[in-house]
């Protein structure tokens, strides 16, 4: 029987928009580079994943993003200070929101279940992201107080001995198929992928159940 949902957070219950390519504008902007955002966007958040997946020892999210804009001016022979240049990026960190079909959900789930998030984060973008609806979770853990990224096992295991459920109890849903889904089937955990944006309809995820909202999420955990 479940008793417990956890969430991955950006993707899955809060929409990061255009967030971060207009973070992405403003930096080549103020470098004053005619460079497309959303191509130069795309470079950075697959060496962000290399950055990441290559962590020898871990450190928050906001130095990795300072090493991988260092990465992207070598890469694009832009000559600037990345730790200069940096901010709107990390400013467009805060500036997130749950998806419409969260909130309202989430308040029914929380009279039967208990709701955690599990985010690769720094944890202060995250809170602020969250506001006045913190209420709403257990419990919040972001990759910056688990000092591990998914999909790592270490982010995984802490988690479970901080909530003490057994893992035939526990559902976890997110948006990737790498960090979240591999990732939790990897400890044990059964799974939901989350498709907002119907990328996955026609491939092998391993998940346990694919949704497309949080209604859909709905249906399942009363079934289960």
Not at 11 to 40: A, E, M, Q, Y
Not at 80 to 98: D, H, Q, T, V, W
Not at 108 to 135: Q, V, W
Not at 171 to 199: H, P
């Amino acid at each position: 029987m479940i008793k417990a949902l956890i969430f991955d957070c950006y993707g899955t219950i809060i929409s990061t928009g255009n967030t971060s390519v207009n973070g992405t504008k403003k930096i080549l902007d103020n470098l004053k580079i005619d460079i497309d955002p959303i191509l130069f966007y795309k470079d950075w958040k697959k060496i962000h994943r290399e950055n990441i997946s290559n962590l020898k020892y871990f450190c928050k999210e906001e130095k990795i993003f300072i090493n991988d804009l260092n990465i992207l001016f070598k890469m694009y022979d832009i000559n600037g200070n990345a730790k200069k240049f940096i901010k709107p990026m990390l400013k467009s960190l805060y500036e997130r929101y749950f998806f419409d079909d969260v909130i309202i959900n989430l308040k029914k789930i929380k009279k039967d279940f208990n709701i955690y998030i599990a985010s690769n984060s720094d944890t202060k973008p995250l809170m602020k992201n969250i506001g006045k609806e913190k209420y709403l979770f257990n419990g919040i853990y972001t990759s910056e107080k688990i000092k591990a990224y998914k999909p790592s096992k270490i982010f995984f295991e802490k988690i479970l001995k901080k909530i003490k459920f057994n893992k035939d109890e526990i559902l976890f849903i997110g948006d990737s198929i790498e960090d979240d889904i591999i990732g939790a089937n990897n400890v044990g955990l059964k799974t939901v992928l989350i498709d907002r944006k119907n990328n996955f309809q026609y491939i092998n995820n391993e998940a346990d159940y694919l949704i497309k909202d949080m209604y859909e999420l709905m249906n399942i955990i009363m079934g289960i």
